[in-house]
């Protein structure tokens, strides 16, 4: 495995053990709004498309409008931590939403709220990774940042 291809796997790992991630969005004023969200399952053959189910009255929503590019920090027990960073885009065709429901998502949007529910998506484009001991030193002790190209390919920026 290419010392690339690690920190992708490492990555991808971190990130499908994040239950819960923050979600950073630009206010009007360009100051950087962290919140605390719940990261959905991602599903590996979609590549680097990371989703979020939100109420489509929240700030948040404002924010994406008007400025796309999201990061998402994950943080799982364990000690590593990803930054995610991509375009967002946000789904509000009740049909689209209504194919991607699942029931575990009611809690959060009962009854007549659930019309409200919009599905976030956020094509990561830039990682952010801690993972400690993944690789030989400087890897793995301090934050390694890679990149995906126009064309889908990645590479280690530093």
Same mark, same amino acid.
């Given at each position: 495995?290419? $010392? ?38 991602? +599903? ?6 990371? &989703? ?14 008007? +400025? ?8 799982? &027990? ?17 049909? #689209?939403? +209504?194919? *991607?429901? *699942? #029931? ?20 990561? !484009? ?20 890679? $990149? *995906? !190209? ?9």
């Amino acid at each position: 495995m290419t $010392q690339l291809s690690q920190l992708l796997s490492e990555a991808a790992e971190t990130l499908a053990r994040s239950r819960a991630c923050w979600l950073v969005t630009r206010s009007e004023k360009g100051v950087p709004r962290s919140r605390p969200m719940s990261l959905l399952p991602t +599903d590996p053959s979609e590549g680097w498309l990371l &989703r979020l189910v939100t109420d489509a009255r929240t700030r948040k929503v404002d924010e994406i409008w008007r +400025d796309q590019r999201v990061s998402l920090l994950c943080h799982p &027990r364990g000690g590593a931590f990803v930054a995610a960073a991509g375009v967002a885009n946000l789904i509000f065709d009740p049909a #689209e939403v +209504d194919a *991607r429901w *699942r #029931e575990e998502y009611d809690p959060f949007f009962p009854g007549e709220k659930r019309a409200e529910a919009v599905f976030l998506e956020v094509d990561v !484009d830039c990682l952010e990774l801690w993972v400690p001991n993944a690789l030989n030193e400087p890897l793995g002790f301090v934050t390694t940042t890679l $990149q *995906r !190209d126009a064309n889908g390919r990645w590479t280690i920026a530093g």
